[in-house]
């Protein structure tokens, strides 16, 4: 594999130093350049937000750069910017003949725009086709999903595949690194549960039935499992936690379930692709996890397995715990890992 040059938009929040600590010595990708807003002109040493640890040396020193493709010397990008920023600049990059790899949610719902979990839907990438032709753009943009949709629908998947679906009814626990930096405030979160985010329940629920739908004649046909979604922000750093009740297809037992989860393995890991952990799903047998801060780091790539307890089976009910790390397989590690299946298919180059 040849080695590809890469822009991070954004990169001084709590994700651009997660892709900054994740590509350090990544075989296929080297950071060729940074941009932001604030932080413009300044080394990106200086600009960077929040409780970061030190850069490496080679990225300390870089200066941060305006968020414009006439500035970026890249083969493609990765977006972790704001929405609204997103909204706005995406579509510039990959007009300048861009990829765009993307955590923001500005074009994930949108319908020639594939929206990615490379474990469960890569052939969702046959949409760049259909993106290039009709914005008549050289470059294309592929969208992962909010980080708590990452921790519902991988362990979804294989129940979704082996006994069907019919309904979920998930409850979050959201750490507070899920809303950037500087995020919810001290005062609202310490010592508190806040049983409302913003457009977070709308996302879960529709972009699980989009990744889980069905590439056919060159749109998405979404999947028709129903899903309801309560989200709350509890007072952890990172790691997002879910109550999941999956009502599926034909009646389970406990048994067959931990296996389906366990034995869960998809492209990434028959590719071998180098983001990918060697099991995407770890089950936990003990009574009391996961817990966020003993399982937040799960996975053969340090925050890439989503970990799995408490899984309590009665018929067709499937209830069960689930953790994944927000900043990692909920964004830049789920995206670096997605941008790894595209450059495996020629599609960077
Ligand atoms: N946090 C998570 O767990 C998570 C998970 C999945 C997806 N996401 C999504 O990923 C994106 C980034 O999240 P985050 O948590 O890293 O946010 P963050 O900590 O607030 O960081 C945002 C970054 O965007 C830059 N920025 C802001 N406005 C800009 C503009 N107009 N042009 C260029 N750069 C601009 C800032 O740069 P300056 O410092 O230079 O101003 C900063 O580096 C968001 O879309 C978020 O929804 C976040």
Redesign the pocket.
């Given at each position: 594999m040849r080695r590809y040059k890469v822009a991070i938009?954004?990169?001084?929040?709590?994700?651009?130093?997660?892709y900054i600590k994740m590509l350090k010595d990544h075989p296929w990708f080297k950071i060729s350049g940074l941009?932001?807003?604030?932080?413009?002109g300044?080394k990106y040493v200086e600009?960077?937000?929040?409780e970061a640890p030190p850069p490496p040396p080679d990225i300390a020193d870089m200066e941060?750069l305006?968020?414009d493709p006439k500035h970026v010397d890249a083969d493609f990008v990765f977006?972790?910017?704001?929405?609204?920023?997103?909204r706005?600049?995406e579509p510039l990059f990959a007009q300048a003949g861009f990829p765009v790899f993307?955590?923001?949610?500005?074009y994930r719902m949108e319908p020639d725009i594939p929206l990615i979990v490379p474990e469960i839907n890569p052939d969702h990438l046959g949409l760049i086709e259909v993106q290039r032709k009709n914005r008549g753009w050289d470059g294309y943009i592929v969208t992962?999903?909010?980080?708590t949709t990452v921790g519902l629908v991988l362990p979804l998947h294989p129940l979704w595949k082996a006994l069907g679906l019919n309904r979920v009814v998930v409850t979050t626990m959201q750490?507070v690194?899920?809303?950037?930096?500087?995020?919810v405030a001290s005062l609202s979160i310490l010592g508190n549960v806040i049983p409302y985010i913003s457009g977070e329940e709308h996302k879960v629920e529709t972009e699980t039935r989009k990744i889980l739908g069905r590439l056919e004649n060159g749109a998405i046909r979404y999947d028709k499992t129903y899903v309801l979604a309560t989200c709350t922000r509890v007072p952890t750093l990172?790691g997002?936690m879910e109550s999941i009740l999956a009502e599926t297809g034909r009646p389970a037992t406990a048994e067959e379930v931990v296996n389906l989860l366990e034995e869960y393995v998809s492209l990434p890991q028959e590719l071998n692709l180098p983001t990918a952990p060697r099991r995407p799903i770890l089950v936990r047998r003990e009574p009391d996890r996961p817990q966020t801060r003993i399982d937040v780091d799960a996975g053969s790539i340090q925050g890439m397995a989503v970990s799995v307890g408490r899984i309590r089976v009665d018929g067709n009910n499937v209830r069960m715990i689930s953790l994944s790390h927000?900043?990692i397989r909920?964004?830049a590690g789920g995206t670096i890992l997605t941008a790894e299946l595209a450059a495996y298919q020629g599609l960077l180059d």
């Open positions: 938009l954004g990169a001084t929040g709590m994700v651009g130093q997660h941009t932001g807003k604030e932080s413009v300044k600009a960077v937000r929040g941060v305006p968020n977006s972790c910017l704001p929405t609204e920023p997103a706005e600049s993307s955590d923001a949610s500005a992962t999903p909010n980080c750490a690194s899920g809303a950037g930096y500087p995020g990172d997002h927000n900043l909920g964004a």
